[in-house]
């Protein structure tokens, strides 16, 4: 049989921790793109185009990275409400109310 070493608030502060990883890739990625889009209004010519293809590409990349960042806080704060309403039945269910 396993035993669970985890509780409802070690749940919580991992979906903390995603949620600020969320928010600093938000503040990362609008650095990027004021640094890239100072860095094309300068640049001319083919390999201009060619980075900015590939960076478009990628820039996407970084929006499906903060919307998993997003899932997966969500997940782990509704295992920790599951966690508590499992303790919460389990105490009323042993003191009888």
Known sequence: MSTIQLNAA???RA???????????????SNIKNNTENLLSSWQGESKKAFEK???????????????????????????SAFTEADETIRRSLSGN
């Not at 979906?15 to 990625?29: A, D, G, M, W, Y």
């Not at 820039?59 to 499906?64: A, F, I, L, T």
């Open 54 to 80: 590939e960076y478009r590409t990628l820039e996407k990349g970084m929006s499906n990275y903060k919307d998993l960042l997003t899932e997966i806080a969500d997940e782990l704060s509704k295992i920790s």
């Open 10 to 12: 070690d749940f919580e």
């Open 15 to 29: 979906s903390r921790l995603f949620k600020n990883s969320r928010e600093r890739c938000i503040t990362l990625e």
